[in-house]
C-alpha cells in the first residue's frame, strides 16, 4: 500500500491555473474511477472538494475540476485565489479493498 | 447539523492501549459505511480502517492491521478504533469521516469530525 505521488508543492498567481497531479498503479488510480480529492487547512478537518475523478459535492467551487489519464489523475485550481492556500490531498480505492492517500500537495498563492 | 464527534485521545507509552470513540448526529448512522484517517504531525493524511454499515467489511491499512480494531454501535450511533501496542510513530490526529453515500460507494468521505490527538510517548 504505497501511498500515491503527488509534488510537494505548486504555486500561482492569483486568478491563473495550476494542476497538481497524483500517480498510482493499475492496481488504484488506475483501475477504479474512485479517486477524490481534499482541501485542508492548517489545523482543520479535511474538506471533500472531488469525488469520482471529477464529481463536485454541492457547494464546492467550480473552479475545482479533477480529470485522470491511466495511473495518473489531476485536480486543476483554476481563477486562483488567496483562500485556496491549502494543502491538497487526493485518494484512490484499491484492489484489496482498502484506500491509499497522496503524500499531499502544498498549494501557495503568490 | 449533520456531525461527528471525537474523543478519547491521550498521552500513552508506547506499547500501550488507547480506544477512541466518534458519535454522530444528525444523519442516519446505521446507513453509512465510516472511517478512521489520521494526520501524523509534519506529515500527510493516512486512511486507517473503514467499516461498512453492518460491521459486515472491515478492512485496515497493512501498518494497523492486528494492532488496531474498528468497530460500530449503531444504536449508539458510535464509532470506535481500539489502539494496542501503540508505537511512537502512531502520533496523530485521528479523525472519524462518514463516506459521501449510504447508497452508492464512492470510497470518498464527505462528514470529518473536528479530530481527537493520540500522542505516543514515553
Known amino acids: 500500500q504505497s501511498a500515491l505521488t503527488q509534488p510537494a508543492s505548486v504555486s500561482g498567481s492569483p486568478g491563473r491555473s495550476i494542476t497538481i497531479s497524483c500517480t498510482g498503479t493499475?492496481?488504484?488510480?488506475?483501475?477504479?474511477?474512485?479517486v477524490s480529492w481534499y482541501q485542508q487547512h492548517p489545523g482543520k478537518a479535511p474538506k471533500l472538494i472531488i469525488y469520482?475523478?471529477?464529481n463536485r459535492p454541492s457547494g464546492v467551487s467550480y473552479r475545482f475540476s479533477g480529470s485522470k489519464s491511466g495511473n495518473t489523475a489531476s485536480l486543476t485550481i483554476s481563477g486562483l485565489q488567496a483562500e485556496d492556500e491549502a494543502d491538497y490531498y487526493c485518494t484512490s480505492y484499491t484492489s484489496i479493498s482498502t484506500r491509499v492517500f497522496g503524500g499531499g500537495t502544498k498549494v501557495t498563492v503568490l | 447539523e449533520v456531525q461527528l464527534v471525537e474523543s478519547g485521545g491521550g498521552l500513552v507509552k508506547p506499547g500501550g492501549s488507547l480506544t477512541l470513540s466518534c458519535t454522530a448526529s444528525e444523519f442516519s448512522f446505521s446507513r453509512y459505511s465510516m472511517n478512521w484517517v489520521r494526520h501524523s504531525p509534519g506529515k500527510g493524511l493516512e486512511w486507517v480502517s473503514s467499516i461498512s454499515s453492518t460491521s459486515t467489511y472491515i478492512y485496515y491499512a497493512d501498518s494497523m492491521k492486528g494492532r488496531f480494531t474498528i468497530s460500530r454501535d449503531n444504536a449508539k450511533k458510535t464509532l470506535y478504533l481500539q489502539m494496542t501496542s501503540l508505537r511512537v510513530d502512531d502520533t496523530a490526529v485521528y479523525y472519524c469521516?462518514?463516506?459521501?453515500?449510504?447508497?452508492?460507494?464512492?470510497?470518498?468521505?464527505?462528514?470529518w469530525g473536528q479530530g481527537t490527538t493520540v500522542t505516543v510517548s514515553s
Open positions: 493499475s492496481s488504484d488510480v488506475g483501475r477504479y474511477n474512485y
Open positions: 469520482e475523478v471529477n
Open positions: 469521516a462518514r463516506d459521501l453515500s449510504s447508497d452508492v460507494d464512492y470510497y470518498a468521505t464527505d462528514v
